[in-house]
């Protein structure tokens, strides 16, 4: 939402300061505000489904949606009413989970069949990732994705072998175990391979033969062996952009260390002045007449 731009000069640049930007105590008490509301409207949504609780608070939760909404419904006409073009918001993501989450209380009070459309409430809570654009989670976001999108060609690869073993033992258990163990064909027996690999275990398919059920021990080791493979990966990668953000690639003119952290002066092994642009302000001092 980078390319939103404010209506005008005035009233409306000051609240798009505070509805859309975060570098202000205002701002960011807005965004800390709107991710309470978000919350509340939601646990609000999911004990109205509760019965009991239904019957004994129906109508504090219908006066309490209706606040919800009436609060979501002036900020969406806060948004609208300060940027420059409106409609390209309302018809952005954001913009659409914004209208989705008041609508479907507005539909039930004038359309019989709007009831059914208040689940769709729940979609509140994907706003809370845009108020999250508060500079101290951007980082970590970006750190997450940058690590997921380096790794993600390691992980593919070790999904693929894990979906190589599981084809290779199903198709032993389905030659090894009877029809009525429930491994009618292969794609059952893949069925029962991912679940056991996974440590899930449903109960609905398994081996009844001494071969089978040792084959299910393998499979079940496997799975808790293979578990740390590609939070290895991922994990490497994160160690790896951190040592990216803090330390640079620049080596040393004197000695070619390299790695030194970004804000460094001078190399932590031979004390070299690191900027070749700029002058080493121990020489200047010397040079200069009056220390003399």
């Not at 019989?112 to 409430?121: A, K, N």
């Not at 799975?223 to 994160?238: D, L, N, R």
């Amino acid at each position: 939402m980078a390319d939103l731009r404010p209506a005008a000069v005035g009233l409306r640049t000051r609240l798009f300061q505070i509805i859309f930007e975060s570098d202000s105590r205002l701002a960011k008490g807005f965004d800390i505000t709107l991710i309470l509301l978000i919350l509340a409207s939601v646990a609000v949504v999911m004990l109205d489904s509760v019965d009991s609780y239904h019957s004994a608070f129906g109508t504090l939760f219908y006066e309490a949606e209706w606040a919800f909404t009436l609060l979501f419904t002036l900020e969406l006409a806060a948004r609208l009413y300060c940027l420059e073009r409106p409609l390209k918001y309302l018809t952005s993501f954001y913009g659409v989970i914004d209208l989705l989450s008041i609508l479907p209380t507005w539909l039930a009070l004038l359309l019989p069949w709007g009831q059914s459309l208040l689940v769709v409430r729940l979609l509140r809570v994907l706003r809370i990732f845009r108020v999250l654009r508060l500079m101290q989670f951007v980082g970590e976001g970006r750190l997450l994705i940058d690590a997921l999108r380096n790794s993600w060609h390691q992980i593919l690869l070790f999904l693929f072998a894990v979906l190589m073993v599981v084809i290779i033992f199903s198709s032993m258990v389905y030659l090894i175990e009877p029809p009525e163990a429930g491994f009618t064909n292969i794609p059952k027996a893949v069925y029962w391979g991912v679940v056991t690999l996974t440590t899930v275990g449903y109960g609905d398919i398994t081996p009844v033969t001494p071969l089978g059920q040792f084959i299910s021990m393998m499979v079940m080791l496997i799975g808790y062996s293979i578990i740390a493979v590609p939070t290895g990966v991922f994990s490497a990668e994160v160690i790896r952009s951190l040592r990216e953000q803090r330390y640079s690639n620049e080596a040393c003119p004197g000695c070619g260390l390299d790695r030194h952290e970004h804000d460094a002066r001078y190399c932590r092994r031979c004390g070299t002045w690191l900027d070749e642009n700029t002058e080493d302000p121990r020489h200047e001092n010397d040079a200069d007449p009056a220390n003399e």
